[in-house]
């Protein structure tokens, strides 16, 4: 397949990216600086630009069998996440492409979800106490959740490095035991529901089993 990655120089975007290739995908990575691809530059199709911006988004999609998100806000980008999704969205209608996979977090609630008590009570701190950049979260999935797309948001705890473990822990709509996630581990799972079609229009829980 032919994959759009966003984010494909930040630290999940990196196993990513190396993940998708392994399996014999071409990658399209958009980066806002191309310099921080390094080596990785000469195996994938590179487009520069923002995630934010349409006319880059029209560019960057056409052609494209998915796309893949691994962003995260590495500045006060408060709304990351929302603007990028607004603009994806439109961006891939337009370009008839149907099937999105992003990285979203354990605190985000949707329809459906059988969280245990703590892990409800966990979600509704985050939710209240949080800055502007973790509400962006719930902002985005309603902005995914509304369109006609084929879309899958991950929904991880905390983001680790390390080697991949291969011990890969999802459900759709229950909390994980664990609260970390290898990077590595994400990037594999990412890669199957691509793979494999899994949990469209869903948010599974996803985390590196204990
Ligand atoms: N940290 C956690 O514990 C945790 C927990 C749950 C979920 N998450 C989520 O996991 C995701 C990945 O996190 P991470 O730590 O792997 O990310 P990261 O290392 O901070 O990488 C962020 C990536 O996004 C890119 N980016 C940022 N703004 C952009 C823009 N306007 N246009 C194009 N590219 C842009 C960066 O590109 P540049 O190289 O150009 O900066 C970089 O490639 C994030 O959505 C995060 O919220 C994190």
Redesign the pocket.
Same mark, same amino acid.
């Given at each position: 397949m032919r994959i759009v990655v966003?984010?494909? +120089?930040?630290? +999940?975007?990196r196993p990513l990216v190396e993940e998708l290739l392994r399996r014999g995908h071409t990658v399209v990575a958009? $980066? /806002?600086?191309p310099v921080?691809l390094g080596d990785v530059a000469q195996r994938v199709d590179v487009v520069r =630009?923002? *995630?934010?911006s349409a006319a880059d988004l029209d560019r960057l999609v056409t052609g494209a069998d998915a796309v893949v *998100?691994?962003?995260? &806000?590495?500045v006060k980008?408060a709304s990351?996440?929302t603007d +990028?999704a607004t603009a994806l969205v439109g961006a891939m209608q337009r370009a008839g492409v149907r099937r999105f996979v =992003? $990285? *979203?977090?354990?605190g985000i609630d949707v329809p459906g979800d059988q969280k245990s008590l703590s892990a409800r009570m966990i979600s509704k701190a985050i939710q209240t106490f949080a800055g502007d $950049?973790i509400k962006d979260?719930p902002a985005e999935y309603e902005v995914y959740a509304a369109s006609n797309l084929d879309w899958t948001l991950v929904r +991880? &705890? /905390?983001?680790?490095d390390g080697a991949a473990t291969g011990r890969l822990e999802h459900f759709a709509h229950r909390s994980t035991r664990s609260t970390q996630?290898v990077?590595a581990d994400l990037a594999a799972f990412v890669a199957d529901v691509i793979d494999q079609g899994s949990y469209v229009r869903q948010a599974p829980f996803f985390a590196t089993a204990k």
């Open positions: 966003l984010g494909a +120089t930040g630290r +999940t975007g958009l $980066v /806002r600086d921080r =630009g923002d *995630s934010r *998100s691994a962003l995260g &806000p590495t980008e990351l996440h +990028t =992003g $990285v *979203s977090g354990a $950049v979260k +991880t &705890p /905390r983001l680790v996630v990077r």
